[in-house]
């Protein structure tokens, strides 16, 4: 089997499954609870988020744990809102962005709050100057993902946190859930407020993950409940999930200062080689993050390819995986310019540091065979 399907969900580490057993089999007590048993999980939970907090190179009580990134964009959007609207009620952000921030917005804007969606260049970044050509007296927030989940472009992230410290009311959230372990971003530097991390993107566990919010900044809650997470996310706590997610995030950052140029070099090959088929459209930049390639073949739907590539036990996908089923045209790739037959055809590869030059080649070589067999049978019926 080659997976190449990584953006939508990785692999766990054996050392995470090992780490989570042990966890759940000796440690299920609740770390809320009085007596001392609860009190040695609840240092579980602390010596996870220290050490996240460590590999992340923030303070330790900045560090909220959530379910994933979709709640953590949701707390960091609806909480901003909910806090500031008597500051004002103007959101800005992408057409590109993943569908729990483009949501979010949307069911925002029905509720009273108007959204400015930035359109990017055919690279898929934002313009600085349109940026702050969007603000307004009234701009509260701005949200903007580090690395799109579909082509992979890396937004100018420091130079936007820059661009808005000269804006003290208006605050910057950061969906990284597509960066970390494969593009570096120093938060404190880029000047972001909130940031978000998602366990089951560097093979942690599904249902973890964290919200980096900046020391003096406040949020209102979406849960209300227990006194968790200095009460800005309540519930009792996935202790299993946030230790297995600190170590994951360890190995993983290991592997990217070992590996991420044997992984460039994968991407480029795929790029280099995938341009080089007649009715092939490459949809990623040779700028963009190591590890997503998208592209289209012209004339055929994105689903067959996958379908057919999975019969070969290949494993891609069109869109991001939350989007995947909807059969949608892609909205990213839309505002990047790509016409609709086009966007049709898209699929995408997304690598992690598990996969390797042979797979790549494999991949190739079946993918060229599929091509060939559905064009033919589309002559044929014609």
Avoid at 64 to 83: C, D, M, P, R, V
């Amino acid at each position: 089997m080659i997976y190449f399907d990584n953006s939508a969900t990785t692999k766990p580490y054996d050392e995470v499954i090992d780490a989570f057993t042990k966890v759940s089999k000796d440690f299920y007590a609740n770390p809320s609870s009085l007596h001392n048993f609860g009190g040695k999980v609840e240092i579980l939970v602390k010596q996870a988020r220290k050490q996240i907090s460590e590999l992340l190179h923030v303070k330790e009580n900045e560090i909220y744990f959530t379910s994933g990134g979709t709640e953590g964009n949701n707390l960091a959007i609806k909480g901003t809102a909910l806090q500031y609207r008597s500051r004002g009620n103007h959101i800005i952000t992408t057409r590109i962005e993943h569908p729990s921030v483009y949501e979010a917005c949307e069911q925002l804007q029905q509720l009273g709050f108007e959204i400015t969606y930035l359109p990017v260049n055919k690279h898929g970044l934002v313009e600085l100057n349109e940026l702050e050509s969007a603000i307004k007296d009234e701009t509260i927030l701005v949200s903007i993902m580090h690395v799109n989940n579909e082509i992979g472009s890396i937004q100018p992230i420091e130079e936007i946190g820059k661009l808005l410290n000269k804006y003290p009311k208006i605050l910057f959230h950061v969906d990284h859930v597509q960066g970390v372990g494969k593009v570096p971003l120093n938060i404190h530097q880029s000047h972001i407020d909130f940031c978000t991390i998602s366990a089951h993107k560097f093979h942690g566990l599904k249902g973890s993950g964290i919200l980096y919010i900046r020391n003096g900044i406040r949020i209102s809650p979406l849960f209300s409940g227990g006194n968790q997470e200095n009460k800005v996310r309540s519930g009792t706590e996935n202790v299993g999930g946030i230790v297995t997610m600190a170590k994951a995030l360890r190995l993983t950052e290991d592997k990217r200062k070992q590996k991420v140029t044997e992984m460039i070099a994968i991407r480029d090959y795929l790029i280099t080689n995938l341009s080089s088929i007649a009715n092939i459209q490459v949809h990623t930049d040779v700028n963009a993050a190591p590890h997503i390639i998208n592209f289209s073949a012209i004339g055929l739907r994105g689903e067959v390819i996958v379908h057919a590539l999975e019969a070969e036990s290949i494993y891609v996908s069109t869109t991001s995986a939350c989007s995947s089923k909807q059969k949608s045209i892609s909205r990213t790739l839309q505002a990047i310019g790509v016409i609709e037959k086009i966007a049709e055809g898209a699929v995408r590869i997304s690598l992690s540091y598990e996969n390797t030059m042979d797979e790549a080649i494999i991949f190739m070589n079946k993918l060229e065979k599929i091509l060939n067999n559905l064009n033919d049978v589309m002559r044929d019926t014609k």
